[in-house]
């Protein structure tokens, strides 16, 4: 079946760095993504990841995969207040349809 | 280029009742899908509609039903609301039904049912 996990929250002091971790189970997924959602507003699309890659660097955000474990992680460096928000991991099936995890709070301290 | 807009963005409803929710797709794109997000969870997949025509369907029943216009726009419909179809119902379009053309979404629809 298809199933993607993710821890609830994370806490972290601003400037430090935030890793949020994904574990995926459909290993047909092509493209993994990362999605932030800020209270009362969509989802807006942070990185993805074609699984044939190990790691991708965006700026301050660094994709890691690790497809023989079907695990997936998010690395956010220098975080700030403005980065406080759910962040959700999404797996693509063939079919196009995005399954997400539940989310990841992140709350960034001063 | 404008994006995905949806309306309303906060709806209403008693249980019983019907209601349509509206998806105008990003300018080029001719895929829209559908998604529920209950209250602390993530997005589940309702439906696709590619070209005017249903393209994959999640786990929802028959009386969530859709529709896509020549000029790509969509609408949701639900019949017989039940208090737990209060959600945050969430459309996203693309270029094409294919991974990874690149899903852009809305801000979405707060629907509460009383």
């Known amino acids: 079946g298809e199933d993607v996990e993710q821890s609830l929250f994370l806490s972290v002091r601003e400037g430090d760095s935030s890793v949020i971790n994904c574990t995926y189970t459909d290993s047909s997924s092509t493209y993994l993504y990362w999605y932030k959602q800020e209270p009362g507003a969509g989802l807006q699309l942070l990185t993805y990841i074609f699984s044939n890659m190990d790691m991708k660097q965006d700026q301050r955000l660094t994709v890691l995969l690790n497809k023989k474990d079907k695990h997936l992680s998010l690395r956010i460096a220098d975080t700030q207040t403005g980065d406080s928000a759910i962040y959700f991991c999404a797996e693509e099936n063939q079919g196009g349809k995005l399954i997400f995890g539940q989310g990841t709070e992140l709350s960034v301290k001063p | 280029e404008t994006g995905v807009t949806q309306s309303p963005t906060h709806l209403i409803k008693t249980r019983g009742q019907q209601v349509t929710l509206r998806c105008s797709s990003q300018s080029g794109h001719n895929t829209v899908s559908w998604y529920q997000q209950a209250l602390g969870q993530g997005p589940q997949f309702i439906f696709q509609y590619y070209r005017e025509e249903e393209n994959g369907r999640g786990n929802f029943p028959p009386r969530f039903s859709g529709l896509q216009f020549p000029n790509y726009s969509s609408e949701l419909n639900v019949n017989a609301l039940e208090l737990d179809d209060s959600a945050l119902y969430l459309c996203?379009?693309?270029?094409?039904?294919?991974?990874?053309?690149?899903?852009?979404f809305g801000s979405g629809t707060r629907l509460t049912v009383v």
């Open positions: 996203a379009s693309s270029l094409g039904p294919a991974e990874n053309y690149g899903y852009t």
